[in-house]
T-cell receptor, first 116, second 110 residues
Framework: SAVISQKPSRDICQRGTSLTIQCQVDSQVTMMFWYRQQPGQSLTLIATANQGSEATYESGFVIDKFPISRPNLTFSTLTVSNMSPEDSSIYLC?????????????FGSGTRLTVV | DAKTTQPPSMDCAEGRAANLPCNHSTISGNEYVYWYRQIHSQGPQYIIHGLKNNETNEMASLIITEDRKSSTLILPHATLRDTAVYYCIVNLNRDDKIIFGKGTRLHILP
């Protein structure tokens, strides 16, 4: 199955600053998805990132706050901009796993962000 | 919004079968039922999926009712490592974005 490397695994940031999260996949994928998981909550989809086009954002998420880059078929970044304590969450990327015998999505291990 | 309803939590004794129910009464004829689980501090992990027929793999079995309005994920011999949040998801196909509901928090009791 696909292997996703997500960096950083965790960070503590000052409010008002920005953090860029990287997601590297070991195979080419068309779509990459970014999720947020607030403490004690389920996962919420932030946006879908297609290579060569603008990301598609879900309701409640905007590009100015969560800009996404997708420069090629194996890499994407999510930036959390102008952070506040409410942005403290785990951020995860995922891809459709097209490996042999694979059927679902593969998720990265997540970036645990704490904003102070 | 998620198209599924699951109990918020369940307990199961170690070594026994864990049966996790899911209601998806508005499922359409070409939508699949997927199950994922999330062990603490990890990303979600795919378990199994099905359309109409019951399915079994090395991790679990999936029983889908004939009217497809509900399903049950069965972990045949639960271990402490199966303690996790289990998500039942309805998707048109695997390229669809996944919308997560609240899931069921399964506690395996020693």
């Amino acid at each position: 199955s696909a292997v996703i490397s997500q960096k950083p695994s965790r960070d503590i940031c000052q409010r008002g600053t920005s953090l860029t999260i990287q997601c590297q996949v070991d195979s080419q994928v068309t779509m990459m998805f970014w999720y947020r998981q607030q403490p004690g909550q389920s996962l919420t989809l932030i946006a879908t990132a297609n290579q060569g086009s603008e990301a598609t954002y879900e309701s409640g998420f905007v590009i100015d706050k969560f800009p996404i880059s997708r420069p090629n078929l194996t890499f994407s970044t999510l930036t959390v901009s102008n952070m506040s304590p409410e942005d403290s969450s785990i951020y995860l990327c995922s891809v459709v796993d097209r490996g042999k015998g694979s059927y679902g999505y593969t998720f990265g291990s997540g970036t645990r962000l704490t904003v102070v | 919004d998620a198209k599924t309803t699951q109990p918020p939590s369940m307990d199961c004794a170690e070594g026994r079968a864990a049966n996790l129910p899911c209601n998806h009464s508005t499922i359409s004829g070409n939508e699949y039922v997927y199950w994922y689980r999330q062990i603490h501090s990890q990303g979600p992990q795919y378990i199994i999926h099905g359309l109409k027929n019951n399915e079994t793999n090395e991790m679990a079995s999936l029983i889908i009712t004939e009217d497809r309005k509900s399903s049950t994920l069965i972990l045949p011999h639960a271990t402490l490592r199966d303690t996790a949040v289990y998500y039942c998801i309805v998707n048109l196909n695997r390229d669809d974005k996944i919308i997560f509901g609240k899931g069921t928090r399964l506690h395996i009791l020693p």
